[in-house]
Structure formats: C-alpha cells, structure tokens
C-alpha cells in the first residue's frame, strides 16, 4: 500500500484556500438523501456532527456517556490556542505554525499544522458568538496567557475551565439540531465494530449500554471523534470510560494506525498515593505561567517546603532550559520531574513528586489575581488534597495524559478505509511527536467545525447515486455475528481475575517500559509479557453477568481486550524508531546533556501500521515527511 496525504499543491499558506476552492460541493436537495454517522460527541464530534446537519445532513451521533456533555474534552482546562497576537507581543499565523512543528519534534506535515493555525482565529470567534466566557482585560479584551514551548501569549481561556465551556458551546449547537430531528443522539450505545461494503465504510455495530440490544446502523460515510487512548496506562489524567475501542476495531478492519508510541506524559497532574487509585488529576499546564517549579537540593528533605530557603532549593527547569523556563514543553517538563525524582529527590510521602510554588506570583501579583485566574484550580486541589496552594506549594508529577498517535489520515483527515473519517485525538495529524498545550481544544474544534464540513462533503459528493444503505446487507450480519461471538466468548471464560486487574499489570507494564523513557531490551522484555498477559486474559478473564443486559464489567473487559493488542503495537512501534524524538525517548539515544537525538536521515517520516490478521506481525509502511518551509534544527528550549 502506498499512502497519500493528498496536500493540495501550492504556498503552504494558500494550500487550504485551493482546497475549499476546487473540493466538489453537494446541493441542499441532496444532502437530503445522505446519511452520516458520528462516533463521540466530544468536542470534535459534537462540532462535527451539528455542523454537517445545519448543512442539511441526515446525522446520527453516538456516544457511550448518559449525555454528550460528559465527553472528556471537559477536563482540558488550560485554554485554547489561537494566532491573534492580541498581546501585540510578535505572534503570527506562521509562528504558531513553526511552535506547532518545532514542539511536536518535526514528526508532522507542514500542510496540516499550517491550517490548523490558520483556522484558529476563525475559532476564538465562533466560541465568542456561542457565549463562551473567555477571560477579559480590564477594558473588555479578550485576554491571553502563555503555555509551554512558546515565547507569547496566544493562549485564549476561561478561568480552568475552559474545555467545559467549549464543550457546552458545542452542545447546545449539537442540541438544536437534535431538537430540529435532523440529528438522531444516541446515547449510552458503544461502537463495537465498523461495517466495510465494497471498500468503503458504511456503517457500524453498536452496543445498547442499557439492555445490552446489537444494534445495526448504516450511512454513506463514518466519523470517528472518539478521543485518544491514554487511559491504556490506567493511572492517567484521562476519564475511566476513556478507550481505543472504536479506532482499534476500525484499523482491523483496514484503516492503518500511526505512530501508536507517542503518547504525551503531562508534567502536572497529582502524584498518585496509593495502590487503591484508579485514575490520576490533571491540573493545567496553565499554572505553569506563575507557578515555579523545583525541588530541596538535598536529597529525603523531611523539612516543610515553606521552611526551604530559596539557597536550597532546586529550579532545575528555570536551570537547564533559561530560555522556557518553566514553561519547557510537556515531554521536556515530565522528563526532568522525572529524573529529579529518580535521582531521589522527589518530594511527597511516595517521594514520586516535585513543587509547584505559587509564592513569587502571589507576592507580586497578590493573591486576589492568582484566585482570578486559577481560582477553581486552587480549590479543586485543596479539596483533594486538604492543602491551600496559596500558602504551601502545590505538589505534581508526571502522568500519562495525551495519544499524538491515532488512526492515519491524509489532508482531508480520511482513513486509508474510503469513507471512513477521524477527527480530534482519534488521528495522528496536527501534533507529530509531542502536543504543546492548549492544541488539543484548537485541533477538535477546527477538525469538526472548519475542516469536516468541507473534506466530508467533497467524499459525499461521489455518493449521491448510492441510494439507501440496508442494514440487511450480508456485511451487516457478519459483523453483527462477530461481534454477539466476541461478547459471548468474554463472558464464558468465567476464569477469577477481573479486567480491572489485567489492565493494572498492563498499565504498569507500559509505563515501566513504553513510557517516559524507552530501550530496546525493555521494549522487547514489554512484548513478551504483553503476549503472556493476553493469553492469561483469555484463559483467566472473569466477567460477571450476561451479555443481553446493562453489564460494566463486560464493557471493561471488550476495551481492555482491545488495549492488549494495542499495547503491543505501541512497542512494536517504539522499538522500530531508533531515535528519540519529543515524547518518544529512548534511551540509546540522546545527546550527552540527556536531551533527544533525533535521526532525519532514516526516520523522518510518519510510522503507519497495517493489520494482518489475528497472531501476525503488523506491517510497517512509512510515510515520508517533507519539509520545504522550515528547517529541520535541534530542537532546543535552552
């Protein structure tokens, strides 16, 4: 197979201008006769899905949650990326562009980062319409703050809130349509697999939540907005229904997965504290901005770290990176925190933390402005951990938190299965080996407001003369079959360990081996233990319950299932890049002050995965990454 990316010809910064001039439109009469179906009603989806049925789509939405505002894309607190330079402090379009590509390592296409910065502006304004309460400047401006790996304020934000206020923008657009019945919300019903027809996807099988009812539906295209897969780690920053459960199910069904390995590590989430734990809590990469971040100089300091002179107190980020400071991107960020931590002097009872200091700040700012501008941080983390942030610094660690890889996309943000769409975290497009913060918000909302209506209907366009889709169709029952068979199988294991369990060995398993740091020899020692933990989960797996009826613990068990084989893909794909780049490090190389050692002449392309079939190897087939626009340097934040 051999991959297009189908970038428009022309100046980078005209390529999407030559897109929407010549894609092929279809009529409002016959946007009548077609059908959609959205998968996730997260931000990219919600956006996605209400967008294309103002256009006059026939649109039915999916979701797992009790209501489509409980997507995770509420926990991305930080703010929104866009290029307006409000600040007047020398942003641009192309700026933000070069952060974008500079901080993901150069493992992206240049056309792809481009648009996403040029459609940021279009964003900040559509929210504002909807009422999204950004923050504003004495005078009425809207206001902006920084985030890690840039040198100016394009970050647009509502208090730490404003993944929540997004969402809700894009809900009651999602709503209206819902209430005008040219979309049909479905929630509570899980994708379990995709229907392929003569190439092309047309449909999906999806479990009732509730009765534990199959469910056939079919469309003339399929949009996969349905987040990343951080939560493989277990212990992460994501939510507990978070899972790869669509987008894996869809790769075996042809659509190539890319670059599985990158997946981002946030610098500042809470330090876990206990084995009993089941998820991590993000607190936003936005308190970087006033907070310092540092620990004692001496190691198993037992004093308080109020009672730490500034003498004895280690700035390391402030010390190897001058330029950033703290506000270093997030792979940079969660290494040095843990390689402080490991040389042992991390802080806490686990010792698995670092400070975040808010003391200059509230000195200089005084506490009423930190409270205005992080306010809901400080009280949600006082009411975690019974400790005031405003007196006391706050106490961080690394966590897993963010997939950059997902299902391969071309320019028009379509799988390599015709007709079959990812949007947002699903695919692998905009980020390349690293997310700076606040691009997340950004590429969910321009992938489904700005960039799906137009790549959709330019497919939709050569499908007018389909006519109906039936569901009686023999592709339908088959994947109906497969997937009651599947189900069936978990359930008749009836072994004792529960999915709970396997999926603590294998969040352990990757984090120790596939996470902060990689090596061969650990790659290959993960490979091996993730085959025997399968085949133990088959053989031992215990789901109580029948399968026609509301089952949780079936659920977890299909998407843990699933995150096996994803797992051992995500080191297969570790081990074949033999270089470090942004959050993928490995060991053997880097450079002798321990920073990343990228290797362009054999690995600067995009790693996409093909599915052969149950027990055999993935195959690998790159995708050359060219750049003509900027020049490929040493990434350095010193």
């Known amino acids: 197979m051999e991959l297009n990316a189908k970038i428009p010809p022309g100046p980078l910064k005209d390529k999407w201008s030559y897109y929407k001039d010549h894609a092929k439109l279809v009529n409002p009469a016959n946007r009548k006769k077609l ?115 840039v040198q100016v304020s394009r970050t647009f934000y509502a208090r730490g809130q404003t993944g929540q206020q997004l969402l809700l923008g894009a809900y009651q657009a999602l709503l209206r349509q819902v209430s005008l019945k040219t979309v049909q919300l479905y929630t509570r019903h899980e994708m379990l697999d995709l229907v392929v027809i003569d190439g092309k996807a047309r449909g999906i099988i999806v479990r009732n939540l509730d009765t534990g009812e199959i469910e056939r539906h079919a469309a003339h295209t399929v949009v996969l907005a ?138 200089e700012q005084g506490q009423d402005k930190i409270a205005q501008k992080y306010g809901n941080l400080f009280n949600m983390y006082r009411k975690i951990t ?117 999926h603590k060995v294998l969040g352990k398993l990757l984090y120790d081996y596939c996470g902060l740091s990689r090596s061969r020899e650990g790659l290959l020692k993960a490979i091996a233990e993730i085959k025997v933990l399968r085949e133990d989960f088959y053989r031992d797996l215990k789901v109580s319950g029948a399968e026609d009826e509301m089952n949780g613990e079936l659920e977890k068990a299909g998407r843990v299932g699933d995150y096996l084989e994803v797992a051992e893909l995500m080191c297969q794909d570790a081990l074949t890049r033999e270089e470090s780049c942004g959050a993928h490090f490995r060991e053997e190389y880097q450079t002798p002050e321990g920073e990343a050692l990228r290797n362009d002449e054999q690995f600067c392309f995009v790693s996409a995965w093909q599915w052969q079939g149950e027990g055999k190897e993935e195959t690998l087939i790159p995708e050359p990454l060219k750049f003509e626009n900027v020049e490929l340097t040493v990434r350095s934040y010193k």
């Open 35 to 149: 059908d959609v179906i959205v998968v996730g009603t997260g931000l990219a989806g919600s956006s996605a899905a209400a967008s294309l049925a103002e256009m006059g789509y026939n649109v039915k939405a999916f979701c797992f949650q009790d209501s489509a505002r409980r997507a995770h894309s509420v926990a991305a607190q930080g703010g929104v990326n866009a290029a307006k330079n409000y600040k007047n402090d020398g942003d641009s379009v192309y700026r933000m562009f070069y952060d974008t590509i500079k901080g993901g390592d150069f493992r992206s296409r240049e056309a792809n980062v481009y648009r996403l910065a040029e459609c940021s502006a279009q964003l900040i304004d559509q929210a504002v319409a909807q009422g999204v309460p950004f923050g504003r400047e004495y005078g009425g401006y809207l206001n902006n703050r920084s985030f890690g790996g």
């Open 226 to 363: 349905t987040g990343g897969f951080g939560k493989i780690y277990y212990l992460s920053t994501l939510a507990m229904g978070c899972n790869a459960s669509a987008i894996w199910r869809a790769h075996k069904k042809g659509a190539l997965m890319a670059c599985p390995s990158w997946t981002q590590v946030h610098p500042t989430s809470l330090p876990q504290s206990g084995e009993y734990q089941s998820k991590l809590t993000l607190m936003s990469e936005s308190l970087r901005n006033d907070g310092r971040i540092w620990v004692p100089l001496k190691k198993d300091d037992q004093r308080k770290p109020v009672d730490i002179p500034e003498a004895e107190r280690d700035y390391y980020l402030e010390r190897k990176y001058p330029a950033f400071g703290n506000l270093a991107p997030r792979d940079i960020s969660s290494r040095a925190a843990k390689e402080r931590i490991d040389a042992g002097y991390g802080i806490g009872a686990q010792k698995n933390a670092v400070y975040l200091d808010f003391s200059k700040a509230i000195k």
């Open 386 to 502: 019974a400790i005031d942030a405003y007196t006391e610094p706050m106490m961080i660690s690394p966590a897993a938190h963010f997939s950059m890889g997902g299902l391969w996309v071309d320019y028009e943000l379509m799988t390599t299965v015709p007709g079959l769409f990812a949007l947002g975290e699903a695919n692998f497009s905009d980020h390349g080996a690293n997310r700076l913060g606040a691009n997340s918000l950004l590429q969910a909302c321009v992938d489904g407001y700005f960039v799906a209506p137009y790549t959709i209907s330019n497919y939709l366009s050569g499908e007018i003369k389909e006519g109906h889709i039936d569901t009686s169709r023999q592709e339908f029952v088959d994947a109906e079959i497969q997937v009651r068979a599947h189900l069936s199988a978990l359930i008749a294991i009836n072994g004792t360990k529960t999915a709970d369990h396997y």
